[in-house]
Antibody, heavy 120, light 107 residues
Framework: QITLKESGLTVVKPTQTLTLTCTFS??????????VGWIRQPPGKALEWLAL???????RYSPSLRSRLTITKDTSKNQVVLTMTNMDPVDSATYYC????????????WGQGTLVTVSS | DIQMTQSPSTLSASVGDRVTIPCRAS??????LAWYQQKPGKAPKLLMY???SLESGVPSRFSGSGSGTEFTLTISSLQPDDFATYYC?????????FGQGTKVEIK
């Protein structure tokens, strides 16, 4: 059974750096083809894909946020970390991590999400 | 970036109705499309992948079709549990992109 859970500060100030951790179970990020991605959703708005890291440490980012994002993995801890620098109120959103299966680039298991508010 | 367009943003229907939800890609994505269902306060749930493959455990009243730039999610007989927002997502190329969503509400 695959589960994922996001954690991190829920309130950050403008210009600060956001660090979110995705802790997962039920799969290994050392398995060929597996990936973990981050997606966000501002209140009442659509989903936005942010980043993905693969089992082989290949990393993909949203071009519009590339300069602000870093995604890393700790396979031994079953964790993926996303950092986003220079936070702004428009970055307030629910942030989700999700599992990319071996079979293809859809997202079949999602965490519950964590609401991040950017406010001074 | 490939733009995914979902229109209408809201669709009103009754229990038992056949519902079709369209999704259009700004360029061809072959069949590299997924559909998700999201209920308020919950994470999205995968329904379909590769445009027409049903995810395990998803009721068979859901089906997907299309290729290239035009896609459709169909609910053959709308059930009370199906009132939700539906998103399409392309994974043909990076950055992966989602549609703006279609909310299916009670008529």
């Amino acid at each position: 059974q695959i589960t994922l859970k996001e954690s991190g500060l829920t309130v950050v100030k403008p210009t600060q750096t956001l660090t979110l951790t995705c802790t997962f179970s039920g799969f290994s990020l050392s398995t060929n083809g597996v990936g973990v991605g981050w997606i966000r959703q501002p209140p009442g708005k659509a989903l936005e894909w942010l980043a993905l890291i693969y089992w082989n440490d290949d990393k993909r980012y949203s071009p519009s946020l590339r300069s602000r994002l870093t995604i890393t993995k700790d396979t031994s801890k079953n964790q993926v970390v996303l950092t986003m620098t220079n936070m702004d109120p428009v970055d307030s959103a629910t942030y989700y991590c999700a599992h990319r299966p071996v079979a293809g680039s859809w997202l079949d298991f999602w965490g519950q999400g964590t609401l991040v508010t950017v406010s001074s | 970036d490939i733009q995914m367009t979902q229109s209408p943003s809201t669709l009103s229907a009754s229990v038992g109705d056949r519902v079709t939800i369209p999704c259009r890609a700004s360029q061809s994505i072959s069949s590299w499309l997924a559909w998700y269902q999201q209920k308020p306060g919950k994470a999205p749930k995968l329904l379909m992948y590769k445009a027409s493959s049903l995810e395990s455990g998803v009721p068979s009243r859901f089906s997907g079709s299309g290729s290239g730039t035009e896609f459709t999610l169909t609910i053959s007989s709308l059930q009370p549990d199906d009132f939700a927002t539906y998103y399409c997502q392309q994974y043909n190329s990076y950055p992966w992109t989602f549609g703006q969503g279609t909310k299916v509400e009670i008529k």
